[in-house]
């Protein structure tokens, strides 16, 4: 009789508990900033090239339009974004940077050394870890 799995090695579970953790360590740099981790992954894409369309948005950070809806409607009511109908295509909604979009992409660059100072690892394993979860990532979109 075989032994059932355990909890603690689940990949699934480690993958888990490791977003969680990270989120917490983000969190109070990004309360700093007024954002919550989503949107926050929203202005990474936009502070990467603007304006996208709410499409690609979605596309990108692999969110459904109920999803991402509300979290552009909250960075816009906080004065970060403008969502504008395409002069080329009516149909087509883009989101732009405000002024003060673009001035909080100065102060969102320590976000991102927060984790590798509480991670512990050096920059090579870092990045070898990025690479993984990368491969396994694409591994298992191709598997769905």
């Given at each position: ?26 969190r ?61 295509d ?54 769905i």
């Amino acid at each position: 009789m075989s032994e059932a799995p355990r909890l603690n090695r689940q990949v699934c579970f480690a993958l888990y508990s490791a977003s969680k953790a990270a989120t917490a360590v983000y969190r109070p740099v990004l309360e700093g900033l007024g954002l919550t981790y989503p949107q926050y992954l929203v202005m990474l894409v936009l502070w990467e090239d603007e304006p996208r369309s709410v499409r690609e948005l979605g596309a990108e950070l692999g969110l459904d339009s109920g999803t991402l809806s509300p979290l552009l409607k909250r960075l816009e009511s906080l004065g970060f974004v403008e969502r504008r109908r395409s002069a080329e295509d009516e149909r087509r909604v883009e989101v732009h940077l405000t002024e003060a979009g673009n001035a909080l992409s100065e102060q969102a660059k320590a976000v991102p050394q927060r984790l590798a100072d509480a991670a512990g690892l050096s920059a090579h394993e870092l990045a070898q870890l990025h690479d993984t979860l990368e491969r396994l990532t694409a591994a298992l979109h191709s598997a769905i």
